[in-house]
């Protein structure tokens, strides 16, 4: 989420762990969060086609990256992070392409957004394509669970292509303070707590267990 200003997350279908973390990034302000409540069956690789939108684009070449490792499905210590990320992680990436490529777009100045790209433009407005020199999305394509084309691969040009050292580390440590925010447990200090409290209302005691809250 590095270098927005705002993101919105569509979701489908996501665990409740993992709709902590998203959560979290909502209250904070920085996201925005749509739930998809879908009456009507989609193919699954056309359920992004909900409606036509008006939009006006800045279209991003993007790298496919290979995945081919399975994410841990739980936080579990900071030691953890490094080598998970999926930027250091994963680097073998085919070649630069506009072929699927993705979009900076403005919500008034396209007629008709198709999946990838915009295919009518408002007059006197134009779909600006960025040189992959300057900028590219690094799109992560599992080669393990996708549904269809895991062997995607196979007929491209693959390099290496790693990002600088001092930003994966800036990286990992934001995201490490993120998740240790979010789903690491602060003990209580039964000492601070008035034994009136556990008398009184007939609550457990805190020093021997610890009621559910969340």
Request: charged residues 25%; contains cysteine.
């Amino acid at each position: 989420m590095q270098g927005a200003t705002y993101f919105y997350f569509h979701i489908g279908n996501i665990s409740d762990y993992d709709r902590r973390i998203l959560d979290e990034y909502a209250n904070d302000g920085d996201i925005e969060i749509k739930t998809l409540q879908e009456k009507y069956e989609r193919p699954f690789y056309a359920w992004q086609l909900i409606e036509i939108q008006n939009i006006g684009e800045i279209r991003l070449p993007h790298l496919k990256v290979i995945k081919n490792g399975e994410t841990p499905k739980y936080y579990e210590n900071p030691q953890q992070i490094p080598p998970e990320l999926f930027s250091r992680k994963y680097i073998t990436t085919a070649e630069p392409t506009f072929d699927a490529s993705k979009a900076v777009i403005r919500p008034d100045r396209v007629g008709i957004m198709y999946i990838h790209e915009a295919i009518a433009l408002e007059p006197g407005y134009k779909s600006v394509l960025m040189d992959y020199k300057d900028v590219a999305f690094r799109h992560y394509k599992d080669v393990l669970h996708r549904v269809s084309g895991n062997d995607w691969a196979q007929n491209e040009t693959i390099s290496a292509r790693s990002i600088p050292e001092p930003y994966l580390e800036l990286l990992a440590q934001k995201v490490v303070k993120k998740l240790e925010f979010v789903y690491k447990k602060v003990p209580v200090n039964c000492t601070t707590i008035p034994e009136y409290m556990v008398t009184a209302r007939f609550f457990p005691n805190p020093c021997e267990r610890m009621l559910l809250t969340w």
